[in-house]
């Protein structure tokens, strides 16, 4: 089945904990993303990975890190959680290239609180 | 740059009656445009999708042509069941070539359907 995972589906942590939210998806994209959703804002950009080993900041950068040595993963990591940082995550991957109809598939989401 | 409006929430309608969800976009170039599905609890699932001026997106019993006159894809469906209640995002994504690939949505809209 094509999917898109997300590790770990909830998440409670402690201000200045480092923590990795793992995503991973089965379907060769070239294309990954994360996401931050939150009441009244939407969903907003935090990173995007054109392919491995590119990344590039999204709209809402701060405070986060990704890597992408491998096409299926594309992990998020925040070194140092602030309050500021609870929210639902989403991570997304897409095909690439002229044939694309850029369409994304979501993860089932993580939700991160941040004490 | 590149938005997406759409209409405010929530909309609570009463079983088998019409729904329309207004969204309209402005965006450079010829973007693809998307209607995604967010169940409580769950992650954001694509509903339908269209890729060009006029074509007509179609899944589920909801449908949504891509307007270029009017800049618009809303998105209609003739008899709405208590199981359609969720969260629906309007987004678009623009060329590849150049762009971040990134989605850019609409704040969402809350439909609540009553038996």
């Known amino acids: 089945e094509a999917q898109v995972t997300q590790n770990p589906r909830y998440l409670i942590t402690v201000t200045g904990k480092k923590l990795t939210v793992t995503c991973s998806q089965n379907m060769n994209h070239e294309y990954m993303s994360w996401y931050r959703q939150d009441p009244g804002l939407g969903l907003r950009q935090i990173y995007y990975s054109m392919n491995v080993e590119v990344t590039d900041k999204g709209d809402v950068p701060e405070g986060y890190k990704v890597s992408r040595k491998e096409k299926r993963n594309f992990p998020l990591i925040l070194e140092s959680p602030s309050p500021n940082q609870t929210s639902l995550y989403f991570c997304?991957?897409?095909?690439?290239?002229?044939?694309?109809?850029?369409?994304?598939?979501f993860g089932p989401g993580t939700r991160l609180t941040v004490t | 740059g590149d938005s997406v409006t759409q209409m405010e929430g929530p909309v609570t309608l009463s079983e088998e009656a019409f729904l329309t969800i207004n969204c309209t976009y402005t965006a450079t170039g010829y973007p693809s445009l998307f209607w995604y599905v967010q169940y409580p609890g769950e992650g954001l699932q694509l509903l339908l999708k269209?890729?060009?001026?006029?074509d007509k997106g179609s899944n589920k019993g909801f449908e949504a042509t891509y307007r270029k006159e009017t800049t618009s894809f809303h998105l209609e469906k003739g008899s709405v069941q208590v199981s359609d209640s969720a969260v629906y995002f309007c987004a678009l994504s623009g060329i590849w070539s150049g762009n971040t690939g990134k989605l850019i949505f609409g704040q969402g809209t809350t439909l609540q359907v009553k038996p």
């Open positions: 269209a890729t060009k001026a006029d």
């Open positions: 997304a991957s897409s095909a690439s290239g002229q044939e694309s109809s850029y369409e994304q598939y």
